[in-house]
């Protein structure tokens, strides 16, 4: 437990951090404030947590970097404060998460939806983990015409199995929810669908609609998965990001090079 004005200061910093580069998507017209606090405070309460993540390129066929980094550093965060974490994304960012949770010696389960599944997958892990809290970081969230886009106006719906559904779920179950994004396209982005709508390239269009309690947009995704993790370090004076120091021998000089060669024996 913490008390509000220890850490306000603090908060409204980071949230300045990751707020950069908005100005070119149109969402630096956001104006919300204490969103990082109240996950945090959030997170600090829950028992168990499910991180959604994975954001498909379409032309690749894999998922951007954007959002797994940030979810395996708040999964190993979580866990270092004695949190359950279950971590959900699809085919298209299973490899880099599964490769991840390995090198951070991560308890994380990892749940993979499927197309024509989800509304049984996503009832499955809320009865199932009986989740305290739901966050997603950089997903794609569905439009008002139950479609997903790119932030370029591109279709992606059939690369993007409905993780909405866990947060709709959520909401009928009285389960908190918190998701971070860049764009306006991304779960949670419902929450500022007027300015969305009104300022970003093709608002009206990719504006996903799915609200959630907390939103913390950021600049890049990542930055916002890192600046919770931040959060949960000050308000539990413990450090519990990743780094070369507290976990020898396994993030350090060869983690690019272990990643690489993992990656091509997986093609």
């Known amino acids: 437990?913490?008390?509000?004005?220890?850490?306000?200061?603090?908060?409204?910093?980071?949230?300045?951090?990751?707020?950069?580069?908005?100005?070119?998507?149109?969402?630096?017209?956001?104006?919300?404030?204490?969103?990082?606090?109240?996950?945090?405070?959030?997170?600090?309460?829950?028992?168990?947590?499910?991180?959604?993540?994975?954001?498909?390129?379409?032309?690749?066929?894999?998922?951007?970097t954007d959002g797994p980094p940030g979810a395996l550093a708040l999964a190993y965060g979580l866990e270092r404060l004695g949190k359950k974490v279950v971590i959900v994304t699809d085919k298209y960012s299973e490899k880099f998460l599964k490769i991840g949770v390995e090198l951070l010696n991560l308890e994380a389960s990892i749940h993979i939806f499927k197309e024509n599944m989800e509304d049984q997958q996503a009832e499955q892990i809320i009865n199932e983990y009986e989740p305290d809290h739901i966050i997603a970081i950089e997903r794609p969230g569905r439009n008002i015409e139950n479609r997903c886009y790119s932030m370029m106006g591109e279709d992606i719906t059939e690369f993007c199995p409905n993780t909405d559904l866990l947060f709709i779920k959520a909401k009928q179950h009285n389960i908190r929810t918190s998701a971070v994004g860049d764009g306006g396209n991304e779960v949670g982005m419902g929450k500022v669908s007027d300015v969305v709508?009104?300022?970003?390239?093709?608002?009206?269009?990719?504006?996903?609609?799915?609200?959630?309690?907390?939103?913390?947009?950021?600049?890049?995704?990542?930055?916002?998965?890192?600046?919770?993790?931040?959060?949960?370090c000050i308000t539990n004076n413990k450090i519990i990001m990743y780094g070369r120091k507290n976990i020898p021998g396994r993030i350090g000089e060869n983690c690019k090079s272990r990643c690489s060669r993992r990656l091509q024996q997986e093609k």
């Open 1 to 64: 437990m913490y008390i509000r004005s220890n850490f306000y200061v603090k908060f409204n910093e980071f949230e300045k951090l990751i707020s950069r580069n908005l100005d070119k998507r149109g969402l630096d017209k956001v104006n919300l404030t204490g969103q990082i606090e109240s996950c945090v405070k959030s997170l600090n309460l829950s028992q168990t947590v499910v991180i959604v993540t994975g954001f498909v390129i379409k032309s690749a066929g894999v998922g951007e």
């Open 197 to 232: 709508k009104k300022h970003v390239f093709k608002g009206n269009i990719i504006c996903a609609q799915v609200e959630t309690d907390s939103l913390i947009v950021a600049g890049v995704s990542n930055w916002g998965a890192f600046a919770i993790c931040a959060g949960l």
